[in-house]
């Protein structure tokens, strides 16, 4: 006597067209970032800030990131994150971009990256240059603006 099988066809079916599903919806999503939220980035200035970004930067078209205070351009060849811990008093070189004192980090930036910091605002914001810009100024620029209304409360470059 043999016992009669059950057919297992249309539910192991049903749960490969499930899987491929899952996968296909993972591979169209929004692409993640794996990168931490300033402390601060809560802050309205960092929320003013993601909402104000530009469209394109440098060339590279905004990502929506969905990390607070995270804005991202291209294939993250620019991050800003805004609510970064301020500066103190530091010997990195420290420049200045329509009126917004940055300060380049030596120890973290490298050939390939440069990572920049404002200075003298409160919450800071970071900035992260990857790869070669073909215009890293006039992203600087278009940064500055976003960073401009925080008040400035020091200087690391003195007015002439």
Request: with cysteine.
């Amino acid at each position: 006597m043999s016992i009669p099988r059950k057919r297992t066809t249309l539910p192991l079916a049903a749960a490969a067209l499930a899987v491929v599903a899952a996968l296909a919806f993972i591979a169209t999503k929004d692409p993640h970032y794996d990168i931490r939220p300033g402390a601060r980035a809560q802050n309205a200035h960092c929320a003013r800030m993601v909402e104000e970004a530009p469209d394109r930067l440098a060339g590279k078209p905004h990502h929506s990131t969905g990390i607070p205070g995270v804005v991202v351009w291209g294939d993250s060849e620019i991050v800003l994150r805004c609510g970064v811990p301020e500066l103190g008093p530091t010997t990195d070189p420290c420049f200045a971009a329509d009126g917004v004192d940055w300060v380049l980090d030596d120890r973290r930036s490298t050939e390939g990256e440069k990572v920049i910091t404002t200075y003298g605002r409160s919450p800071a914001t970071e900035v992260t240059f990857t790869g070669s810009m073909s215009a890293p100024d006039a992203a600087l620029i278009e940064l500055s603006a976003l960073v401009a209304p925080i008040k400035q409360t020091a200087q690391c470059i003195q007015p002439d």
